[in-house]
Structures are given as C-alpha cells and as structure tokens.
C-alpha cells in the first residue's frame, strides 16, 4: 500500500472514508495538511541559549595566513586589512541593533548581545550562522575600496567560522573582552619585534623565532628601541589596543561601576524590543582604538551594559 503524500488532519466516516472540509473552490486547505516527511523534523537538536546571559559571537577568519600572503598584506600590520574589517564589523552593527558592542583585532572579532536579547528566540546556529555570513557579505563587498588593485579571485576567497559563548555577568563579560584586548597587546608587540628583526634586521623567520623564544615584553621593547630606533609607545593605536565598536550616545561622568550587583532583566514586549531597536538604529557606530580594560571606558558608556539606549547627540536626532 502507497502512503499519501499527505495525510490530512481530519476524522474518517463511519465507512472508513476520510472527511474532507473544503475550500469554497474544492480545495483541501493547506492548514490541514501534515507531510508523512516531518517526522525528520524529531531529529533536530534544540540549541537555544541559556536566558539572561550575555552572548559573544566570535568570528575568526579561515587560512587567513595563506589569504595575507597572496594578497601581499604589508607586515606586521596592514592598516587596509584592518580597516576593511571594521568596515565589515560595523555594517554587521548596523544590520543587527541588538547588538550592544563587538571588538577586533587582526582577522577575528566578538560581537556581543545583551543578556535581554531576543533575537532568533537566542537560537545558537541562527545567531552564529547570521552574523558570520553578514560580516562575510560585507567583506567581500567592501573589499575593493581597500584593496582596489587587488581583485578576489579563487581558491584565495575570503571565509570565516564563528562560535557563539555565553558569559554569566557583566563582570565576566568584561574579563573577556579584557583578555583579547591583552592577547591583541601581547601578540602584536611580538609580531613588531619580529618582523622588524626579518625585514630590516636581515634575520630568517626561524632565526628569528629562537631569539625571542623566551622573552617578555621589555626584551622585545629593547629589541625595537636600540636595534631599529622603534619606540612601541609610539605605534598606533589599533594596532597596539585593537577595535571596539559601540552605539554613539552623549558620554556621562563617570559613576561607581556595579557589574557585579546585576538586577534580574525586566521581560521586554515585543512592541517595547521594537522600539529599542529603533533608538539603537538612529545611533552612530563608533570606532574607537581605546582601553576598555580600565573601569572608564564603562563608566562613561553604561549604556552598553544597561541595554539601555542613551541619549543622543543633538547632531543625531
């Protein structure tokens, strides 16, 4: 026996025949049909986010070594490249409002969602999947203005993978992203002094490595200072501190931070969500290559942890 297509959802006459409601054209309605396929949809796996915690997707890009290479990306910094990223962060910004802050350094970037965030019902792959394949989009499409006389072209095509992080507490939120803005310090320091020593100093990349295996951040200061007259206080800042995006509100004093005192998130409407999105959307993405370990940066944001829109520049309203 041949199983139909479809299997509507309706009682049999006492006769055993299948009583059919009918449109006014004869048509079975499509509300009262169920696919005998959907049972495939039992294997699907729920990947909600837990609530009330904040959400980092981190995007990093894949083989990016060989892409740096064959694109002829200046070493230790090319300030195109980074420019190009940010440009693609800040659209991806712009396309998600609930996005509160992101930050980058060299080819990876966190973009973080508050812990009242909604979107997608907090669904993991669509979170990820979405952002990752903006920030791609927009990559490629921005490409040529950084890169104008230097076409894509196959198998050196632009790709990244994300991953998405739930994080508890804003205290924690900010230990992260304190640590990548260490790990952007640390690696950028000794990418300098590297590249310094292969470039101008004559060195080979192995010659080079064995040399600075093992020291910390004074050696390699030295190294830059008296080798090559390079003072590292001096380099710019987003190499030495990277990227971190955020909505534009008017700046406030700042106050005792309470990161670690959270109150439970009221629960939004979905009318009260859309206007949020709507103040954040009016909101300036700025790019800024500052400290955002220090407790300032926070203080004089509080929007960013609050989930609160600020106010707005009077040039923005």
Known sequence: MTLPLYEPMFSRSQHGELKVPKTPKGRIPAAYKISRFEYVKNFEQPDVLLPNTWIVVRIDGRGFHKLSDHYGFVKPNDRRALDLMNAAAVEVMKELPDLCIAYGVSDEFSFVFHPNCQLFERRNGKLVTTIVSTFTAYYIYKWSEFFPDTPLKPP?????DGRAVIY???HILRDYMSWRQV???INNLYNTTFWHMVLK????????ELEL???VAADKNEILFKRFGVNYNNELE???????LYRQYELEEPQATQVSE??????????QQDKVRKLRRKAQVAVDHVDIIKDDFWDRRPW???GKPGKLPVSEK
């Not at 050196?156 to 990244?160: E, H, K, N």
């Not at 987003?238 to 971190?244: A, E, P, R, S």
């Not at 959270?262 to 009318?271: A, F, L, V």
Request: aromatic residues 8%; proline residues 7%; charged residues 25%.
């Open 304 to 306: 960013i942890l609050s």
């Open 201 to 208: 100093g004559g060195m080979g990349n192995t010659e080079a």
């Open 168 to 170: 508890p507490n804003a």
């Open 183 to 185: 790990d952007c310090h």
């Open 238 to 244: 987003i190499y030495k501190k990277g990227t971190v």
């Open 262 to 271: 959270e109150q439970p998130e009221e629960k939004q409407s979905r009318s």
């Open 213 to 215: 295996k093992g020291t």
């Open 156 to 160: 050196y095509l632009p790709s990244f």
